[in-house]
Antibody
Framework: QVQLVQSGAEVKKPGASVKVSCKAS????????IHWVRQAPGQGLEWMGR????????NYAQKFQGRVTMTRDTSISTAYMELSRLTSDDTAVYYCATHIAAPGSLDYWGQGTLVTVSS | EIVLTQSPGTLSLSPGERATLSCRAS???????LGWYQQKPGQAPRLLIYGASSRATGIPDRFSGSGSGTDFTLTISRLEPEDFAVYYC?????????FGGGTKVEIK
């Protein structure tokens, strides 16, 4: 079965960077994009961008341009999202997700990774 | 950027009642790329509807989606206790992918 398993919770200081991983299984990793979505406490869902798991090409939301880097390692079917220059506003749960059987929508999600930014 | 506005913000209903949730887009959305999600506290979102009206795998038929252009609707025909949650619409007809602000369906 399709699974996306993310790395564990992180606590970072303002100004630092965080790198979250997302390990895929149960499908052909290179056949589908991986998207990253975040959710601040008590808030809605915010799309950060996506990576073509085959070519490595990326599309980032304008808000995160220059601060986010999405990469992948096809040898271990894992995608990564790195966010730099963290502030308290970046405290959120970060999800990876993909769309396999539902074009245009995200039908498989990771469990989420809580990133807390605090001095 | 396509902005999605969901209404109402909160819907207070009893089990067995019908729920109608609205999602309005700031510009026309290709129906193929309109989805609805359910999210419960502490859980990742779950896809309910994609392509505006197609149920995702394993989703009960009490959930249905409709609409086109700028106006879309999610209907839950008879609320079950497990349906009380927050619901989000989402579009990816135009980059960036965007979500609505959500509708909370709470027990009356």
């Amino acid at each position: 079965q399709v699974q996306l398993v993310q790395s564990g919770a992180e606590v970072k200081k303002p100004g630092a960077s965080v790198k979250v991983s997302c390990k895929a299984s149960g499908y052909t990793f290179t056949g589908y994009y991986i998207h990253w979505v975040r959710q601040a406490p008590g808030q809605g869902l915010e799309w950060m961008g996506r990576i073509n798991s085959n070519s490595g090409g990326t599309n980032y939301a304008q808000k995160f341009q220059g601060r986010v880097t999405m990469t992948r390692d096809t040898s271990i079917s894992t995608a990564y999202m790195e966010l730099s220059r963290l502030t308290s506003d970046d405290t959120a749960v970060y999800y990876c997700a993909t769309h396999i059987a539902a074009p245009g929508s995200l039908d498989y999600w990771g469990q989420g990774t809580l990133v807390t930014v605090s001095s | 950027e396509i902005v999605l506005t969901q209404s109402p913000g909160t819907l207070s209903l009893s089990p067995g009642e019908r729920a109608t949730l609205s999602c309005r887009a700031s510009q026309s959305v290709r129906s193929s790329y309109l989805g609805w999600y359910q999210q419960k506290p502490g859980q990742a979102p779950r896809l309910l509807i994609y392509g505006a009206s197609s149920r995702a795998t394993g989703i009960p038929d009490r959930f249905s989606g409709s609409g086109s252009g700028t106006d879309f609707t999610l209907t839950i025909s008879r609320l079950e206790p497990e349906d009380f949650a927050v619901y989000y619409c989402q579009q990816y007809g135009g980059s960036p992918l965007t979500f609505g602000g959500g509708t909370k369906v709470e027990i009356k």
